[in-house]
């Protein structure tokens, strides 16, 4: 079984990793292709760094001390795949760890120090840092596939502070090899249901058997088998889905309609209009915006009537993403906030009730200009001129205050 997820997965796992600003000082030099000294360094710590195993042994009395930001002799052998040292010194080390709270094998792993890591497992194994990591969550997000293979057997069911798994972050970054090897291990702690896998297979078959015991419920990421199936693009299965599970929400407060259109999935898009349109997240984005975000052309056409008034909670709307974006299909498509289309879709074989817009000669003429009342340009003409501060109306050259539709959608 193949499962997907949708983009505001991917952000959070980067915000995740650089939430810290020691973190990215930790990974800044842990990750030098050359041994960088650091103040507090011991002389054991050198030797650790270099492999130095006679070095070790003669300063071993130096085991148990820290340097500036918290790293053992262990860790840097560990980061810099010193196998040899490692043995010496895990009688004196093993188990502490730096201020993250991340020890040796976290290092390892996700370094893809592969000897190191099958060294230090027995005795570090199973352990997790300040937020919950563990050395299979580590490997996972650095795509490290052998070491997950060590790992999954010891570790696989741990979970973060915020109740994710090994098997989340593979599925965040749609690393489906390792999304294979950790899915009959960990889709129980992840809280995936049949009915789940049934939706991610598009197997209406079983999403039919398995809906009574299982509809509603929704995975350690808040999602649900509607979730998925419009995440996979199983329009299908989506009406069996509707009656159990419309309007629920995963933990960034996306409902199914939100995730189609990040999907760019408008077939399901059109199945959950009527069920979940106009709905919005706690900051007010709402399908439209993701749609618009992601340049999905059919789902913006199936979700302007519904949507094209909708601002989020600070106040930007559909257009001014686009434009920002600087996508022109889609600054079209929403010119005048979806009106210009919306209009023409309306008067579609009678365009000359409308009228032709003086400026581009192209588009049918949707709004006017207040205070003289001349109905003369398309919405995408109308926001030209006040993008370049053209304020005398195309057609008396009266100064012009606003632009307003010639008419509602509804009219």
């Known amino acids: 079984m193949q499962i997907r997820c949708a983009e505001p997965f991917g952000r959070r796992l980067t915000s995740l990793m650089c939430r810290n600003k020691k973190l990215l000082l930790i990974n800044h030099f842990m990750t030098q292709p050359d041994y960088v000294e650091l103040p507090g360094d011991t002389d054991l710590m050198v030797a650790a760094a270099h492999n130095d195993v006679a070095n070790v042994k003669k300063h071993i009395d130096k085991a148990g001390a820290v340097n500036n930001i918290g790293n053992t002799a262990l860790i840097i052998a560990a980061t810099r795949d010193s196998s040899d040292a490692i043995p010496l010194l895990l009688e004196h080390e093993a188990g502490m760890r730096d201020t993250l709270k991340r020890t040796a094998l976290m290092h390892a792993a996700r370094l893809g120090n592969y ?78 249901t049949p009915l789940m896998e049934a939706a991610c297979e598009g197997n209406r078959d079983k999403v039919a ?31 069996l889905l509707l009656e159990k599970e419309a309007t629920l929400t995963d933990s960034n ?108 000669l192209d588009a049918c003429c949707t709004m006017e200009c207040l205070p003289c009342g001349h109905k003369c340009a398309c919405a995408e003409c109308s926001n030209k001129l006040v993008d370049m501060n053209r304020r005398d109306c195309p057609i008396c050259r009266r100064p012009i205050e606003k632009w307003q539709p010639i008419q509602s959608v509804g009219d």
């Open 115 to 192: 000897k190191s890591a099958k060294l230090l497992m027995a005795k570090e194994a199973r352990m997790q840092d300040k937020d919950g990591w563990s050395a299979l969550i580590y490997a996972t997000i650095y795509k490290h596939g052998n070491i997950v293979d060590l790992l999954k057997d010891t570790e696989a069911g741990l979970a973060t502070t915020t109740r994710l798994c090994a098997l989340n972050y593979a599925i965040f970054n749609k690393n489906t090899e390792l999304v294979e090897k950790l899915l009959s291990l960990e889709k129980e702690t992840m809280g995936l």
């Open 209 to 239: 058997a398995h809906l009574e015991e299982y509809g509603g419920r929704q995975d350690n990421c808040g999602l649900t088998a509607l979730m998925f199936a419009a995440t996979h693009g199983n329009a299908g299965i989506i009406p």
């Open 253 to 360: 407060g996306l409902t199914a309609l939100m995730r189609a259109a990040l999907a760019n999935r408008h077939e399901c898009v059109r199945e959950l209009l009527d069920a979940e349109a106009r709905l919005s997240r706690p900051d007010g984005w709402f399908a439209l915006m993701f749609a618009t975000q992601k340049g999905s052309i059919e789902s913006i056409k199936l979700l302007i009537e519904r949507e094209y008034d909708m601002k989020n909670v600070a106040g930007i709307t559909p257009y001014q993403i686009a434009k920002q974006m600087d996508n022109k299909e889609c600054m079209s498509l929403l010119a005048g906030n979806g009106l210009q289309f919306l209009l023409e879709q309306k008067y579609k074989g009678q365009e000359d009730k409308l009228g032709q817009c003086s400026i581009c």
